[in-house]
């Protein structure tokens, strides 16, 4: 049985799991390491916490106040 504390199911359209498919080979990884890895990637981006203030307009950084 699946440990559910540890994995997580998601839902994507055909399409998109198709393109998905095409990189994972490309890139000799699964489906899980692929978003796993593409995930690790982008979030840096969105982890700012003691710099940015989200007020659902966009976020404005408060280093250039």
């Keep these: 049985m ?8 998601i ?3 055909v399409e ?7 990189i994972c080979e490309a890139e000799r990884r699964n489906v899980r390491q692929q978003i796993g890895l593409m995930v ?14 989200n007020l659902g307009l966009g976020t404005l950084d408060r280093t250039h106040s």
């Design 2 to 9: 699946t440990d559910i504390s540890k994995f997580k199911s």
């Design 11 to 13: 839902g994507i359209d």
């Design 16 to 22: 998109t799991f198709k393109k998905l498919k095409v």
């Design 40 to 53: 690790d990637k982008e979030y840096p981006k969105y982890d700012k916490k003691d710099n940015v203030t």
